[in-house]
């Protein structure tokens, strides 16, 4: 099967959508659809519709807690011990859920259009489970409303758990799941929504993910692993890569070049209850985006491990950081850089071919200088200027939407001529501070014996059932392929009857 795909063809639509051939703006805010106990039954059925047509869907979690230091062991099977402890002690408070799904492909605009529905949703245990101070400290900070989770969080745990219900029936999709350094989620996704004690070993518990997420079937794509080994990004945490991706997006469909389109139309006819549950996020580019002023002096006010890192731990200290902590500045500058090294190989090209287009090219650079960096604009007067940006911002179904834009963004190249998403980025998920990824495929280990852990019973168990739906799945789709195969070839075959009909007349 495909992965991640969709329609082959050069000018194509995907659904039946009346918009499939009208051109989508640039997207400037998104829609979330928030979810919580008191709308989950009523939201429950499109949520799944959403989940089983997807060709993409990102998750990304909110927890108590990450557990202790082991977590930044160098030693990764120590690093994984405490993974494992977390997973089992603290709690996921919520699960951000983005699907992508085609629409249509036009190799003549050098676009593909994905319906893209997000959802955030509320999840209380009814279990005790630890929650560490530096995470109540993170979450406020970000805006996390303790109150609504308490009030409204859908209870999940037990064997009726609705939560574990819509994790098993997307198991039982063939979409590409999209994580964002996902060791840690897909360790937590595993223990509390798959339901299934993790293995004592990292070996085990990497043979039991290649049977969750096989290659060809769902198979897990990291944006921050695309963004480090392929897309070659300075920095690599999610919102530098999302606005870094977003923003080379508008210049490549300004450039008419290969990008992505975001569609969030949604049906008129759509329940009182999915409206009244939508909220919106403001993720517009600066003002005037790509040509919009940048500071003079913006170099030596950036704060280079935020930068960097998305992190300064100085700003927790009572002297604090006065530098600027913004990811839209980062950019800029890292997009500076970038820049004047394009301009120095042209000038290295040009010197050997010619004087007069060294000129050329030296007046280029010139004129961009000018029409970037405003003289008169300094940091100072930056900084009390309304920035439309994300800064700030993080909440579970807005990260998922970030991680799922960057995975499709970075892999638009091979989603239009393949359809799929190149294998060689598949599986694999960073690990911080270490050069090889984690790759996600069977290890050769030494056989369980009777007297082990039941986890493993439980994941055998458990994949009879999601192997059960795949096989239902795969079925369906070769089904549909015969279908359309023959209807294409009575068509076809009507066609030629009706031409002879004509000639013979």
Not at 217 to 235: C, G, H, M, V
Not at 315 to 338: F, S, W, Y
Request: glycine residues 4%; proline residues 4%; charged residues 30%.
């Amino acid at each position: 099967m495909s992965v991640g795909g969709g329609g082959n063809e050069s000018e194509s639509s995907a659904t039946s959508s009346s918009k499939s051939s009208d051109t989508v703006p640039p997207f400037t805010e998104i829609q979330i659809i928030e979810v919580n106990r008191n709308n989950f039954s009523k939201i429950w059925p499109y949520l799944l519709v959403c989940i089983k047509s997807a060709d993409f869907t990102a998750m990304d979690l909110e927890l108590s807690g990450l557990g202790g230091p082991g977590l930044r062991s160098k030693d990764v099977q120590e690093r994984y011990k405490s993974i494992r402890e977390a997973a089992h002690t603290r709690s996921i408070l919520s699960v951000g859920i983005t699907t992508m799904k085609l629409i249509r492909k036009s190799e003549k605009r050098r676009s593909l259009r994905y319906e893209t529905r997000i959802f955030n949703i509320l999840t209380l245990s009814e279990k005790p489970f630890t929650i560490e101070p530096s995470a109540l400290q993170f979450l406020a900070k970000h805006s996390f409303d303790f109150n609504r989770l308490i009030q409204s969080g859908v209870q999940f745990q037990g064997k009726n758990c609705p939560l574990r219900t819509l994790f098993h029936e997307f198991l039982g999709s063939s979409a590409t799941l999209c994580l964002h350094n996902g060791f840690v989620d897909l360790a937590f996704l595993y223990k509390q929504m798959y339901d299934v004690d993790l293995p004592e070993t990292l070996d085990e518990f990497v043979n039991n993910l290649s049977d969750l997420f096989p290659d060809d079937f769902l198979p897990i794509a990291d944006s921050k692993y695309l963004a480090e080994y392929q897309t070659r990004y300075k920095s690599s945490y999610l919102e530098y890569v999302f606005r870094r991706t977003q923003g080379d997006n508008e210049i490549e469909r300004q450039a008419r070049r290969y990008h992505i389109e975001i569609d969030f139309s949604i049906n008129e006819n759509l329940s009182k209850s999915l409206k009244e549950a939508t909220e919106i996020v403001d993720v517009r580019l600066p003002e005037g985006f790509p040509d919009h002023a940048i500071p003079i002096d913006l170099h030596i006010h950036v704060c280079k491990n935020f930068a960097y890192h998305g992190f300064c731990h100085a700003r927790n200290t009572p002297k604090g950081c006065k530098m600027l902590h913004e990811v839209d500045a980062a950019i800029d500058l890292q997009r500076i850089k970038e820049n004047k090294k394009a301009f120095k190989r042209k000038r290295r090209y040009n010197n050997v071919i010619a004087e007069s287009v060294a000129e050329k090219t030296g007046t280029d650079e010139e004129a961009w200088n000018q029409a970037k960096f405003q003289k008169n604009l300094l940091t100072r007067d930056y900084r009390e200027q309304k920035r439309n940006v994300l800064t700030g911002l993080h909440r579970a179904g807005v990260d998922a939407f970030m991680t799922a834009f960057a995975v499709v963004y970075q892999q638009r190249r091979t989603l239009m001529t393949d359809d799929s998403v190149d294998l060689k980025y598949l599986n694999r998920v960073p690990l911080s501070a270490k050069d090889q990824p984690l790759h996600i495929r069977r290890r050769m280990i030494p056989p369980k014996t009777t007297t082990d852990s039941e986890a493993v019973d439980g994941h055998s168990e458990a994949m009879k059932e999601i192997n059960k739906q795949r096989e239902y799945v795969k079925k369906n789709a070769v089904e549909s392929i015969v279908k359309a195969v023959e209807v294409k070839s009575i068509e076809e075959t009507v066609v030629v009857e009706v031409k002879e009909d004509e000639d013979s007349e």
